[in-house]
């Protein structure tokens, strides 16, 4: 099984500033089949971005992922309001698994 | 528009056996599989399996081998997963999702509520 691991587990930041998550796996993710989903609480995740770099529908392009191999970064340019959540990579070969999370907090 | 709806919380007591469904409308059915994902209280989320919509292949988690049951009915667009033997441990929202095999998870339902207690 892959074990993703995301860094840091909490990042305290103001709105406006940037973002940068990381995803480390325990080996490499075959075709960069690596996702970033958001999670606010009480809310379902949802898909931010897919293979690695590739923006889902409606996303807006402050998002944006990058690396392969087993290092994977998110980076959210300029934190608006509604981007403070919890954000899991996931890897989705033949036996997907998820990161444990970062938590994105208001400074 | 493609939605995922699911069913109402559930409470069990150990070593019973919870069926969650989920339906799908806005989209082919059986174009997709779906995944299926749960989220311990307070914690992170936890791949379960998936099951090909298209002609009911399946994949579980190694850990849940053997207590999970993944099915779908192609006449009403429905994808249920079962779960037996429940343990307290096994308390958690459980969301099923749309997803190709070896894709993303692009489309979510709102989660049920499993808890176990006795």
């Known amino acids: 099984e892959i074990v993703l691991t995301q860094s840091p587990g909490t990042l305290s930041l103001s709105p406006g500033e940037r973002a940068t998550l990381s995803c480390r796996a325990s080996?490499?993710?075959?075709?960069?089949?690596l996702a970033w989903y958001q999670q606010k609480p009480g809310q379902a995740p949802r898909l931010l971005i897919y293979?690695?770099?590739s923006r889902a529908t409606g996303i807006p392009d402050r998002f944006s992922g990058s690396g392969s191999g087993t290092d994977f970064t998110l980076t959210i340019s300029r934190l608006e309001p509604e981007d403070f959540a919890v954000y899991y990579c996931?890897?989705?070969?033949?036996?997907?698994?998820f990161g444990g999370g970062t938590k994105v907090e208001i400074k | 528009q493609v939605q995922l709806v699911q069913s109402g919380a559930e409470v069990k007591k150990p070593g019973a056996s919870v069926k969650v469904s989920c339906k799908a409308s806005?989209?082919?059915?059986?174009?997709?599989?779906i995944s299926w994902v749960r989220q311990a209280p307070g914690q992170g989320l936890e791949w379960m399996g998936w099951?090909?919509?298209?002609?009911?292949?399946?994949n579980y988690a190694q850990k849940l081998q053997g207590r999970v049951t993944m099915t779908t009915d192609t006449s009403t667009s429905t994808a249920y997963m079962e779960l037996r033997s429940l343990r307290s441990d096994d308390t958690a929202v459980y969301y099923c999702?749309?997803?190709?095999?070896?894709?993303?998870?692009?489309?979510w339902g709102q989660g049920t509520l499993v808890t176990v207690s006795s």
């Open positions: 999702a749309r997803c190709l095999w070896s894709g993303p998870s692009d489309y």
């Open positions: 806005g989209y082919t059915f059986t174009s997709y599989g």
């Open positions: 293979g690695a770099s």
């Open positions: 099951i090909s919509a298209y002609n009911g292949n399946t």
């Open positions: 080996q490499s993710v075959s075709s960069s089949y």
């Open positions: 996931q890897q989705y070969g033949s036996s997907p698994t």
